[in-house]
């Protein structure tokens, strides 16, 4: 988790900046690339929850640094994650928006990570929950898509 937070959170380059499909801004290529190329799947598959459910080291100090480090992880899917569209003449690249409950399967875990967001600056509580409040948007779109269909048939 050291080494992903690093090259999400803190790792700077001088390739970083602004995506030119998405426009999302990036301090790093690598974190530009992960946006999208981390299926959910790959996301879940990190288990996240057992950073935020478990005590990773005896010091109070240094496993309050790593639960910080997976909820920033965590905000960083949460509203920057995208898919890449294969077509046929083209790549696209889509915003795709997850819920806390795509990243974090436990309860306990979106409890913590709400804590942390709580304790954070307005933009990023304002950009965080703007990125959960677009995915809800998103799935109740779906599901009325979906039973639009099933009812036509």
């Known amino acids: 988790l050291q080494l992903i937070h ?7 380059d001088l390739d970083g900046g ?4 998405t426009g999302e801004g990036f301090k790093s290529m690598f974190a530009d690339f992960i946006s ?3 299926s959910r799947k790959h996301v879940k ?3 996240l929850d057992v950073h935020l459910n478990t005590v990773v ?3 109070k100090k240094d496993n309050a640094q790593h639960k910080k480090r997976t909820c920033e992880v965590v905000a960083f899917f949460i509203t920057k994650h995208a898919v890449l569209i294969e077509e046929e003449y083209e790549d696209i690249i889509q915003k795709d928006y997850m819920k806390l409950e795509d990243i974090l399967i436990t309860a ?11 304790n954070q600056s307005k933009e990023i509580q304002e950009e965080v929950n703007t990125a959960l409040s677009t ?5 109740n779109a779906e599901a009325s898509t979906t039973l639009d269909a099933a009812s036509i048939t």
């Not at 690093?6 to 700077?12: D, K, M, T």
């Not at 306990?108 to 709580?118: G, N, P, S, T, V």
């Open 6 to 12: 690093f090259l999400l959170v803190e790792f700077e």
């Open 18 to 21: 602004e995506n030119e499909i």
């Open 36 to 38: 999208f190329s981390a």
């Open 45 to 47: 598959a990190m288990d």
């Open 57 to 59: 080291d005896k010091s």
């Open 108 to 118: 306990d875990a979106r409890l913590y990570f709400q804590k942390w967001l709580k």
């Open 135 to 139: 995915a809800v948007m998103h799935v």
